[in-house]
């Protein structure tokens, strides 16, 4: 049976059964590859003390959602509802959500995090082990299943996603974050997946102030790396990409750039640099340009590997990815921002 949308881990299928007959809001749903569709489903309801509703005030579309709407995310089927960078104003609460109320305007982060277990106790939250039912099915594709993620296949909890007018928050009480009213939707939304990316990868970075900082890919990702480095300390940036409007943006955040397309990256970064950089590859793999996408070596000590462009990084970064799920690292920061400490001091 195809629902018209996936309740999640949580759900009560009696009480969605019981809603089934209210077909009001309107979502994004996907239909298959390059077919998604804004259709009429049943509003989101409370299925448990500790969910929420909010109304959604924004959403934002990610680059990961082109892996949906390309095909290549296997376990989606047809009706989920896309969507996982969302902000809104909540309008229901379960019993057991205390720290929120009704009328709050909160960004939601795209993993749902118990709070409770292991990996949500030591601040791992992307890493929740009580949050996806279908970590098996996960954890055949990828190796260890993540947290559950909202609106991004079945096998990663199939929870619907904010595309929408309205969205179910699971466990509410845990990774809402309330939002001032001095702070507008554009300034918070990026909160709840891309900014925190672009961050991670710039901690990862474990830049020293003063460093030199190298970012691959000027996409929304690399631009907050971009800033994040300078924000922890970086003493200059120095931002690789091809498309000149992200560069100009780049320059514009504070970053001196090399067209790849146009310039050796490894001899104008040795030149620049005296040699001494450290390194961050925040590009996403781009579902458009598979053909980009190819394996390499993990090492950045590799002349070619520091010349490539930066879509070819996507192999290295899933490496990257599936060694710290290994280790049990924040998934959310490895899976689409790879940054990797390498000083290429005296190559
Ligand atoms: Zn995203
Ligand atoms: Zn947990």
Redesign the pocket.
Known sequence: MVLPFQLGTLCDLASWRGHSEEIIMRALCWHGKGDVRVDTVPDPKIQHPRDAVIKITACAICGSDLHLLDGYQPTMESGDILGHENMGEVIELGSEVTNLKIGDRVVVPFTI?????W??QKGL?SC????NPNAELAAQAMGQSP?GLFGFSHMLGGYSGGQAEYLRVPMADVGPIKIPDSVTDEQALFLSDIFPTGYMAAVNAQIEPGDTVAIWGCGPVGQFAIRSALMLGAGRVIAIDEVPERLAMAEAGGAETIDFSKTDVYDELMKRTENVVRTAASMRSDARRPDMVRPMPCSTRSRRQLSWPPTAFTSCARRSCAAARRARFPFRASMSAWATRSRLARL
């Open positions: 995090s118990c709070g409770q277990c990996f949500c939250f929740c082990d009580r949050t947290a």
